[in-house]
């Protein structure tokens, strides 16, 4: 037995110990760290929100125009929580740098649904990343927010050569400040009595940039005391493991970079896409970077993802070599999918399905249930294109799924499944209303669904399966909808790869 702890301790060290400079960063001793309990508060029927003022530390002082990060940290605490339960939720989201002098009148919608429905104290963190920003060796004096920011932090540290301190990439800081919202939000609930039970594990979220950065801290939360510190995460919008394969296929599929990209095209940093460095850079900051996956190995992760995301190609698990995750997966996670058909990056229409089903899995977490992974088969030939599912029954809880249906769209055009095609929304000229549809399936025996579709003689098919889960016991919840990996048909794709002179000139 001995043995076994012994083993087990030196497991998790080699987990924490190895994920580099990041790791090191997020976890340095930081005398800036602070924070502080407003006096406001706002009461629910079923819950208290307190407002936090919070300083997560301080970035590029003798560059950023705010080197000091504060946000606003909204902590909700249900009024009958949930008995053993030591698991939060906390959403980071976007918003300006925070000012003390004017807090939160109102708490954030989906943690309020999530704080009185799942009786589990669930929290927001605001300003991830802090802006706008200005930089001064940015000649052109532009205040920058979201992408514009991560695309001068790239810039800055490519045409160093790699040779510039990495915490300039703007997931640094993003990811810190993440972190300091968990040790704020334990400390808090540890003195907060009233039969609340501390906060010791988590299960975070957050979509886009913040979506990128629920990956990179739940790569990080942990420590060798404390390796379970994160037992789930919902990055929403963010499947960012093999970007330089996606950004390729990209480029075969429209002949050139989405608008989205147009932040990282300014800032020259595609001119790397191709050349060793860029991919340097990214082992820093996502999740298939040397030594993250292993972190991830006592987690449940969720990927919510967009059919018509204008961000990322819409089978967004794709890579060089099969699937991204496979090596997350390997390294004894649990990783799944729900993709919302009809729906571009920012999901507006479907926050409310989103939220339902973040909260299924945030209620399925908590109370010990394992979540059923679908083991996805894809085929394609000159005629049929067909995706087969199986659930195995031992793998999950509640492995039978109430129905599977199957979802498929069609662009009779070309290979673009974006519903935005450029950043002009009000031009009905950018509208590219590429719609799915769906059919039931009927199971094959065996815990199996196949669905199967034409290869279109012209244009291009997607297709992919969709499962609802009820969990014994939470039958109150909605249904928890996963999904397979997205097929398209044809595989050929339309256009020509990315050329050196586009793509790795480096200049």
Not at 161 to 175: C, E, H, I, Q
Not at 203 to 219: I, N
Not at 403 to 416: A, L, P, S, V
Request: hydrophobic share 40%.
């Amino acid at each position: 037995m001995r043995c076994v702890a012994f083993a087990l301790a030196l497991a998790a060290l080699a987990m924490c110990a190895s994920a580099g400079p990041l790791y090191d960063y997020v976890h340095a001793p930081d005398d800036d760290y602070t924070y502080e309990v407003m006096n406001q508060t706002i009461k629910g029927v079923d819950f208290t929100v307190y407002n936090v003022f919070l300083t997560s530390g301080e970035w590029m002082p003798q560059y950023s125009n705010k080197p000091m990060w504060t946000h606003w940290l909204q902590v909700c605490v249900p009024h009958k929580p949930r008995k053993d339960n030591d698991i939060a939720l906390l959403y980071i989201d976007g918003g300006h740098t925070a000012n003390k002098a004017s807090p939160p009148s109102k708490g954030d919608a989906l943690v309020e649904i999530l704080c009185g429905t799942t009786g589990a104290v669930s929290a927001h963190l605001s300003a991830v990343p802090s802006e706008p920003l200005v930089f001064s060796n940015d000649p052109s004096g532009k205040s920058r927010t979201e992408d514009a920011i991560i695309a001068w932090t790239w810039k800055v540290w490519l045409e160093s050569g790699g040779k510039a301190d990495p915490t300039w990439l703007l997931r640094f800081p993003m990811v810190r400040s993440v972190l300091r919202a968990m040790d704020t939000i334990e400390t808090f609930t540890a003195s907060y009595g009233k039969d609340l039970v501390p906060v010791r594990r988590w299960l975070l979220a957050g979509a886009s940039k913040r979506g990128w950065t629920t990956w990179m801290a739940a790569a990080t939360a942990a420590t060798a005391e404390r390796p379970d510190r994160v037992v789930a995460a919902v990055p929403i919008v963010a499947p960012v493991g093999d970007l330089v394969f996606m950004i390729g296929d990209m480029y075969k599929a429209y002949n050139g970079f989405s608008f989205a990209l147009d932040d990282y095209l300014d800032a020259g940093v595609i001119d790397y896409l191709n050349l060793p460095l860029f991919q340097s850079l990214l082992d820093l900051v996502t999740p298939t970077g040397p030594g993250f996956a292993a972190n991830y190995s006592r987690q449940t992760i969720l990927s919510i993802d967009a059919t018509g995301d204008e961000f990322f190609m819409p089978e967004p698990w794709r890579a060089k070599t099969g699937s991204w995750v496979k090596p997350i997966e390997d390294a004894g996670a649990t990783v799944i999918q729900r993709m919302v058909p009809n729906a571009e990056h920012s999901l507006t229409g479907h926050q409310i399905d989103v939220a339902l089903t973040v909260q299924s899995f945030a209620v399925a977490i908590m109370e010990g249930k394992t979540i059923p992974v679908m083991s996805t088969s894809i085929s394609v030939s000159d005629k049929l294109a067909t995706i087969d599912v199986h659930i195995d029954p031992a793998s999950s809880t509640n492995s039978q799924p109430k129905k599977c249906i199957g979802w498929h769209g069609y662009n009779k055009h070309t290979r673009d499944f974006r519903l935005i095609t450029c950043a002009d929304f009000k031009n009905p000229a950018c509208l590219n209303p590429i719609l799915w549809f769906d059919e039931p399936l009927v199971p094959m025996g065996n815990n199996s669904w196949t669905f199967s579709r034409a290869v279109p003689e012209a244009g291009y098919e997607g297709l992919f399966i969709e499962c609802e889960f009820d969990f014994a016991g939470l039958s109150w919840l909605d249904p928890l909808k996963l999904t397979s990996f997205v097929s398209v048909a044809p595989t050929a794709f339309p256009f020509k790869p990315c050329p050196p002179t586009v793509c790795a000139s480096g200049k």
